[in-house]
């Protein structure tokens, strides 16, 4: 083998959804630390490379944003430092050079502890998918126009609790609360008896901006560093009864779980599609029909990204991303137009992502149609969640040269409350 030629780090297999073309970014710590140290870690195949003590070996510049115990340095450091660390990154996990310097520094996934990868500072969560924002207004209001009259022309969104988001894995705790089926005459409280999820895009952001300056379509990725799957555990029954007329509360704060791994924009480029034809003109701040005027913003603005969902080891859902009306530029500007600034940290789910077939719905609540029409599964019928039930998602994107790019799953299994 020639000086030249790359080596497949590990001997990988061929087109292995976390090859080079990859590289998520994690934060895991090792079972053997005496008190536990929290490291950045790049995942390849299924091992981690100990991305800070690779930069300290190597002598690298970016010791300072890798060798540390959260994303958030590397995040905070902006779209250069971004793409020149992944550079460096890959040429890590790929020069024949470095291999036996970078060997030893690969630990098998089944080996580490994963965590929370970045200090979450505000959620935002939308309403992107035109078919989840259809399917629930049919469910709730069949005499009325399914989508409400703002739709189309705002991507709606609300503020969610940033301290419960939990990384992939986390044991998600059934929630109590207030509920009221419509035919009882007080409400009653106790745990949820209709627990759902959400199969969602999550979007992290990096480079902070100013209160009171908009961030328009165009700077959308000098700001996000990077996406993850994203489940927005919902209990519906606590959800309907507190939600009218300011939104959801309780019924979505009690656990938001987002993947252990952040894969960056650059990974996904030959992911990008074109959103949906737009039904109406978006005003200019919105607009992203047009080439910009500094052609900053002209690639497209949707992922299309295929998504998985499992209920026990079952699939329950197959989904795509391309669906999704509202991009994620127009999300952030949309979040951003009114003057709030952004924070190193801030994640925004894109919503509920359900394709247009009865097996590409995104929640329990539209694949069992408020319940009617229970799903089977080997150990019993579902309509909502039970206790000890699993719910997985996976997903890929195209990747260069038909390679496939992986995206961390976001797991959790429901367990009991505290006695109620
Ligand atoms: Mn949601």
């Not at 780090?9 to 929290?38: C, I, K, M, Q, T």
């Not at 299309?304 to 009306?325: F, K, M, P, R, W």
């Not at 694949?367 to 969640?385: A, V």
Request: proline fraction near 10%.
């Amino acid at each position: 083998m020639s000086e030249q030629t790359p080596l497949t780090p590990l001997d990988l297999p061929e087109g292995d959804p976390f090859g080079p073309h990859n590289l998520p970014y994690g934060v895991f710590s090792l079972p053997e630390d005496a008190v536990e140290a929290r490291r950045v870690g790049v995942r390849l195949g299924s091992y981690v490379l100990d991305a800070g003590a690779a930069a300290t070996a190597l002598g690298s510049p970016y010791v300072s944003l890798l060798a540390r115990p959260t994303l958030n340095p590397l995040m905070a450091a902006g779209r250069t430092a971004w793409s020149d660390v992944r550079r460096a990154l890959t040429a890590w996990v790929t020069v024949p050079a470095h291999r036996e310097t970078v060997r030893p520094l690969l630990h098998p996934l089944a080996d580490v502890t994963l965590h929370l990868p970045f200090e979450v500072a505000d959620y935002v969560d939308f309403y992107a998918s035109e078919n989840h924002a259809r399917n629930l207004g049919r469910m709730f209001r069949p005499d009325e126009e399914p989508l409400k009259p703002n739709w189309k022309h705002l991507p709606v969104g609300y503020h969610g609790r940033a301290g419960t988001v939990v990384v992939s894995g986390t044991d998600v705790v059934r929630p109590s609360g207030q509920r009221k089926p419509p035919a009882d005459p007080a409400p009653v409280f106790g745990p949820s008896v209709r627990l759902d999820i959400e199969t969602e895009l999550g979007f992290v952001v990096g480079t902070p901006s100013a209160q009171g300056t908009p961030v328009p379509l165009s700077a959308y990725r000098d700001h996000v560093f990077g996406l993850c799957l994203l489940n927005d555990w919902s209990a519906r029954d606590i959800q309907s009864w507190e939600t009218v007329p300011l939104g959801p509360h309780l019924g979505k704060s009690f656990a938001t779980s987002v993947s252990a791994w952040i894969t960056p924009l650059d990974a996904l480029d030959e992911a990008r599609v074109t959103p949906p034809e737009r039904t109406y003109p978006l005003l200019p701040y919105l607009d992203d029909s047009a080439p910009s005027a500094d052609g900053i913003a002209d690639e497209p603005g949707g992922y299309d990204l295929q998504i998985t969902v499992t209920l026990n080891g079952h699939v329950i859902s197959e989904t795509s991303s391309a669906s999704l009306y509202w991009t994620a530029a127009q999300m952030l500007a949309h979040m951003t137009v009114a003057g709030a600034s952004l924070r190193t940290g801030d994640l925004y789910g894109s919503g509920t992502i359900s394709g247009a077939s009865e097996n590409s719905r995104g929640s329990l609540i539209e694949i069992t149609w408020n319940g009617r029409d229970p799903i089977e599964l080997p150990d019993g019928k579902r309509t909502f969640l039970e206790n000890g039930d699993v719910v997985t998602m996976t997903a890929w994107a195209p990747g260069p040269n038909n390679t496939r790019v992986g995206l961390g799953e976001v797991t959790g299994r429901i367990v009991a409350g505290a006695a109620a």
